[in-house]
């Protein structure tokens, strides 16, 4: 793997070589960026990988990406990452693209024995024997010049994705995989993918459901207001205010200052700062989406110590299954997306079609849509289940 390397600053180099690789069968790619200071994480730069070469980007200097951005997009062109979810993200988010013909070595390896999400480093170790420096995973991406050490992190990092991507199809070839993994890089190809639900924060657990109408109403806008101004000022979110605070917002806001000093909670200076504004959103008459959605609001699901050892139970049937066929559980249903499942919370009917329709089975699909209970019997030493 013996590969040139080119360190590309001046945008006419930068043109001139995504111009010569516009037309190859295949790319590598990964990116480097920080996200700890900003609101948006500034992309610091990008690493390609071709037959022969490694192209280093350096996308501070750099600020027309637009030829990359063409290639990822080019259907023609096979795009390998590892753990590419992020970076398609911040793409999506920074330039609207949505991705084109993708290959990602760690969802390849939860289909073929590795737990998921595997690690690039491990992965690279069992499949190619190299043993990778991962001295500089948080390095400053930022700085100029690049320490030389995270310049050979970041030339590791794609240096052994076509090897690996070769390694991979071979095995997903061999137990007739490849299709099962094409299905699940293709979400990334979809643009509703990228879209984020704006009321995902308010509604991630059961607390909304412990709040009268005016407070729902309250707590949605105050995770809009965050994020408003996290925007604003491009800073994250929790320097904003952190979450662990915004039931102290909500509680003591109504109240004005005597609410704020009888709670220790939060420090002063911020509540002093943003108290007007908070007045201000809990003040605004409510408006006919915020009605519309708080009143669509599924109602918790009443205890049934029943339907939870059901599905329990379900949920390691499933385990047992993706373990007799060598595939990740996490990958065929995450934990977090089974508990909406079992909570009867919004769930993705697509975690129940397609490649894991056709791996779990007619039966089993049936009975996690239905969501009944199991009766359990024992006789003669053999332990029977049913669902009546």
């Not at 490694?54 to 063409?70: A, S």
Request: charged fraction near 25%; aromatic fraction near 12%.
């Amino acid at each position: 793997m013996n590969y040139q390397v080119h360190f590309l600053d001046r945008q006419e180099d930068f043109d001139r070589q995504m111009e010569a690789i516009a037309g190859l069968s295949w790319i590598g790619f990964d990116t480097e960026f920080v996200g700890e200071k900003t609101y948006i994480p500034v992309l610091c730069l990008i690493q390609i990988v071709t037959e022969h070469e490694i192209l280093l980007v350096d996308t501070v200097r750099i600020k027309d990406l637009g030829r990359f951005l063409d290639i990822l997009t080019d259907p023609q062109v096979l795009k390998i990452t590892h753990a590419g979810d992020n970076d398609y993200r911040l793409l999506y988010t920074l330039f609207g693209i949505v991705p084109q013909n993708t290959f990602d070595t760690q969802i390849a390896a939860g289909f073929v024995g590795y737990n998921y999400p595997a690690g690039f480093g491990k992965i690279v170790e069992r499949e190619l024997r190299v043993n990778l420096a991962k001295s500089h995973t948080v390095a400053n991406w930022e700085a100029r010049p690049l320490d030389p050490k995270a310049v050979e992190y970041a030339i590791e990092d794609v240096k052994y994705l076509p090897a690996l991507h070769q390694r991979l199809t071979s095995k997903l070839h061999r137990q007739q995989r490849v299709s099962w993994a094409q299905e699940e890089n293709h979400k990334w190809e979809n643009a509703a993918f990228y879209i984020v639900d704006p009321y995902k924060e308010a509604i991630a657990n059961d607390f909304i459901h412990q709040l009268n109408f005016r407070e729902k109403v309250f707590l949605l806008r105050i995770f809009a207001w965050r994020r408003e101004k996290a925007a604003e000022l491009n800073i994250p979110k929790e320097t904003v205010l952190q979450s662990r605070h915004v039931t102290t917002v909500l509680r003591s806001t109504k109240d004005g200052p005597n609410g704020f000093k009888s709670n220790r909670t939060l420090a002063e200076g911020i509540w002093r700062k943003f108290l007007p504004e908070w007045q201000e959103l809990w003040k605004q008459p409510v408006t006919e989406e915020e009605t519309t959605f708080i009143n669509g609001l599924p109602a918790p699901a009443p205890d049934n110590p029943e339907l939870e050892w059901t599905m329990e139970l379900l949920y390691h049937m499933i385990k047992k299954q993706c373990l007799e066929h060598e595939i990740s559980a996490a990958l065929l249903m995450p934990k977090g997306d089974f508990n909406k499942l079992k909570e009867g919370h919004a769930f993705d009917p697509n975690l129940l079609d397609g490649w894991r329709a056709n791996l779990l089975g007619e039966n089993l699909v049936d009975w996690l849509r239905k969501r009944r209970t199991i009766q359990l019997e024992w006789y003669e030493g053999t332990c029977r289940l049913t669902m009546p």
